[in-house]
């Protein structure tokens, strides 16, 4: 069926994006897979966006590509896909170096077009990631948009890849420092407010860590206890008691508890022994960080 060879073409361009993103883009340039709707189209546009404007950093590129997608019979001018065009466009040309978030757009678009393009930059030019950011925020707390509103879930991933890549940082200087402690504030509460439950739960862990990395091991410490407390309330989930004690561990060894470092650590390391394969892969970093 086309939706299976859809999906199976997404979920491998995904898998591969990150070490491969060349070869993805050539796939999608060789045809792609077929479109059966307008949710389809969106989710191709997405990668497309997401692997032009960040990883290939080939801003002209992927609206070209987009805007060849429109001759996709099931492309919607006046529909969800034409407005995520739209959006996805906009957001290259923001990442490309335009001034400001465009006009033309109502308040959520313009929030999730700067939190789109802030992604697109940040592991490339943190300055201009971090303006866009703190505009994207400033817009949000005035808004104040209803839960139910689409761009918390943007600006959430966004704040939240940007604390995360941050935290991989060896050394930061008190600006970046700030602006990691306000990624991960702004994640834990747009995920709050409309975020699933592991969302909510990955939110309190970046927390723990900007807190602890900051230098408020209080604070920190309360984070990874709000980690394994949501955890316990979502039936104790092997990811989010793994983050809830790996947070804990490590914010112990900051406060020189060798008994509740070595405690929290051998919980953390029996929750990584009961996640598949997948989820180790993707979380082995944090495992070593225990060493």
Not at 33 to 50: C, M, N, S, T, Y
Not at 146 to 162: M, T
Not at 174 to 186: D, K, N, R, Y
């Amino acid at each position: 069926m086309a939706t299976d060879t859809f999906d199976t073409f997404i979920t491998r361009a995904w898998d591969d994006h990150a070490a491969h993103p060349q070869a993805v883009a050539d796939r999608i340039d060789a045809g792609g897979p077929p479109i059966a709707d307008e949710g389809q189209f969106i989710r191709l546009a997405d990668l497309v966006h997401h692997l032009f404007g960040d990883h290939l950093a080939d801003r002209p590129g992927g609206r070209a590509r987009l805007q060849a997608m429109a001759a996709r019979p099931v492309f919607a001018p006046a529909g969800a896909s034409g407005a995520a065009l739209r959006r996805f466009d906009a957001s290259l040309r923001l990442s490309d170096g335009e001034a400001s978030a465009p006009e033309g757009f109502g308040t959520s678009d313009r929030i999730r077009i700067l939190a789109l393009a802030t992604s697109n930059v940040d592991s490339h030019d943190l300055p201009r990631a971090a303006a866009l950011f703190r505009e994207a925020v400033a817009m949000a707390q005035q808004a104040r948009l209803p839960a139910e509103d689409p761009s918390h879930g943007d600006l959430a991933l966004s704040a939240h890849n940007l604390a995360a890549g941050l935290g991989r940082e060896a050394d930061l200087p008190a600006s970046s420092l700030a602006l990691m402690l306000l990624a991960a504030q702004t994640a834990r509460h747009h995920w709050g407010l409309s975020g699933s439950p592991e969302d909510v739960t990955q939110g309190e862990y970046r927390l723990a860590q900007a807190w602890r990395r900051y230098g408020d091991l209080e604070r920190a410490r309360g984070s990874a206890l709000r980690c394994l407390a949501l955890a316990a309330v979502h039936g104790d989930p092997a990811l989010e008691c793994f983050l809830g004690w790996q947070a804990l561990a490590l914010v112990d060894r900051a406060l020189h508890d060798r008994a509740g470092f070595e405690r929290a650590a051998g919980q953390a390391r029996a929750a990584f022994a009961a996640l598949d394969a997948a989820a180790q892969a993707r979380h082995a970093a944090k495992l070593k960080e225990l060493a």
